[in-house]
């Protein structure tokens, strides 16, 4: 099975139809993120038989010239705040030093699915899209990666993401919980979480590749 089978399937469905009635009428009428071509790139990157990691995030960057179908990555070269966190917990994780910019495609084409649980917005309006039922296609999408085999880890930062647990049922599976990268919660739990190295000692024990974290 591919994405665009698992995609095809909720297509056919009530709420998604619905869904994306809103989603056509809204990037008709108003700026939205991330481009139209876009709000499913992270299905494409990843390939569904690819995926180890998942990194849930919350709605797309709502500034111009940032989202790109990726939760935390940038085009831009100005780093969002949460990325800089991000980056400074992985040089503190892994002992290394980083200096590149906000493009997370090359974890994605490794096998972290960068996935946010709403996956479009409106321009300046953060959550603006959020009851437009991109939730219930995200859950279903954590649900059918959870009854999957592989190895998977499931990173989950913050709140909002830490609720998703419950979806989690595949013991086989690694869950990461920790606070939120962004600097209102990062020092509450996001520093030192070491989430990085985490992951990649479960996928060696799991006999699979390890992420290469920095380009």
């Known amino acids: ?3 665009i089978d698992f995609i095809n399937k909720e297509k056919k469905q009530d709420y998604f139809i619905n869904l994306m009635k809103k989603v056509e009428e809204e990037y008709k009428n108003h700026t939205c993120y991330p481009e139209y071509k ?3 790139h992270a299905f494409e990157e990843t390939p569904l038989n690819n995926v180890k990691v998942v990194i849930l995030g919350q709605d797309p960057y709502h500034e111009p010239n940032q989202a790109h179908g990726l939760a935390f990555s940038v085009l ?3 780093l969002p705040p949460s990325l800089v966190n991000i980056y ?3 040089e503190s994780d892994l002992g290394i030093k980083i200096n590149q910019d906000g493009n997370l495609d090359y974890l994605a084409k490794q096998g ?5 649980t709403v996956l479009t917005v409106r321009e300046h309006e953060a959550f603006s899209h959020k009851n437009f039922g991109w939730v219930t296609f995200t859950d279903h999408v954590i649900q059918f990666l959870d009854s999957l085999d592989q190895p998977m880890v499931f990173i989950l930062w913050g709140s909002p993401s830490q609720k998703k647990k419950a979806l989690l049922k595949n013991k086989k599976h690694l869950i990461i919980e920790s606070a939120h990268p962004s ?3 990062a020092y509450r739990g ?3 979480s070491k989430p990085f190295s985490k992951t990649n000692e479960y996928l060696y024990e799991n006999n699979c590749n390890e992420i290469v974290w920095y380009k």
């Not at 972290?112 to 946010?116: E, G, R, S």
């Open 88 to 90: 400074k917990e992985m």
């Open 1 to 3: 099975m591919e994405w």
């Open 38 to 40: 876009n709000i499913f």
């Open 190 to 192: 996001f520093f030192g």
């Open 76 to 78: 831009c070269d100005k």
């Open 112 to 116: 972290v699915l960068l996935l946010n």
């Open 183 to 185: 600097p209102l919660s």
